[in-house]
């Protein structure tokens, strides 16, 4: 069994960063793909970014692409997603989880063993 830890998440000002982690127990995620997603209220979870278990291939949302950058340290069996020039729409708890089935990696379906979330507020 996997358990993700998301953690970095926190109240910061419109056009600032925030570097959010997933820390992974229990299992080493080192050979799946993982993601982020994120739930704002009243709206469905959606995708956020994407990463092949290498690290070598990454997917984006089209609404954080260029600036969010997602990353992973397999040693560590830790993922990063670096958030720059944060915006309030990007508000919102956001997940970490595992890609365990499917071909597409913007689908919530295909993923398990999610995290229980960190909550990222931008003020404007």
């Known amino acids: 069994q996997v358990q993700l830890v998301e953690s970095g998440g926190g109240l910061v000002q419109d056009g600032v960063s925030l570097r959010l982690s997933c820390a992974a127990s229990?299992?080493?995620?080192?050979?799946?793909?993982m993601g982020w997603f994120r739930q704002a209220p009243g709206k469905e979870r959606e995708f956020v970014a994407a990463?092949?278990?290498?690290?070598?291939?990454?997917y984006y949302a089209d609404s954080v692409k260029g600036r969010f950058t997602i990353s992973r340290d397999n040693a560590k069996n830790t993922v990063y997603l670096q958030m720059n020039s944060l915006k309030p729409e990007d508000t919102a708890v956001y997940y970490c989880?595992?890609?365990?089935?499917?071909?597409?990696?913007?689908?919530?379906?295909?993923?398990?063993?999610w995290g229980q979330g960190t909550q990222v507020t931008v003020s404007s």
């Open positions: 990463i092949s278990w290498r690290g070598g291939t990454t």
């Open positions: 989880a595992v890609k365990v089935s499917g071909t597409s990696y913007s689908t919530t379906s295909n993923y398990a063993y």
């Open positions: 229990g299992r080493t995620v080192s050979y799946y793909p």
